[in-house]
């Protein structure tokens, strides 16, 4: 499985960014994909998740209600939808495919490289 994030880039504080995050290799119809961030100095810290399945998503509090997750069957093509942006959300956005459910970055076993999202005051 290769992962390839996407979308990053600078933006002010209160806009918007979508990520994609495209699978290949096999494809992951029965797993949970998620996106992770970190911060520089920072540990790597979850971000939100999404059941591939049944689509059922799960999120940090600290992102809940300004971010969304989604994801595209035909395309295997996973998303994250940023809106209402702060400086603290400035780190490097990670997507992953997890082995179980859990918020640990050691519940998931293929990662992608990363993007890199700056976001302005």
């Known amino acids: 499985v290769q992962l390839q994030a996407s979308g990053g880039g600078l933006v002010q504080a209160g806009g918007s960014l979508r990520l994609s995050c495209a699978a290949s290799?096999?494809?992951?119809?029965?797993?949970?994909m998620g996106w992770f961030r970190q911060a520089p100095g920072k540990e790597r810290e979850f971000v939100a998740c999404?059941?591939?399945?049944?689509?059922?998503?799960y999120y940090s509090d600290s992102v809940k209600g300004r971010f969304a997750v989604s994801r595209d069957n035909a395309k295997n093509t996973m998303y994250l939808q940023m809106n209402s942006l702060k400086p603290e959300d400035t780190a490097v956005y990670y997507c992953?495919?997890?082995?179980?459910?859990?918020?640990?970055?050691?519940?998931?076993?293929?990662w992608g490289q990363g993007t890199q999202v700056t976001v302005s005051s």
């Open positions: 290799g096999r494809t992951f119809s029965s797993h949970i």
């Open positions: 999404i059941r591939w399945g049944g689509g059922r998503t």
């Open positions: 992953a495919r997890a082995l179980r459910y859990g918020e640990h970055p050691s519940n998931y076993n293929y």
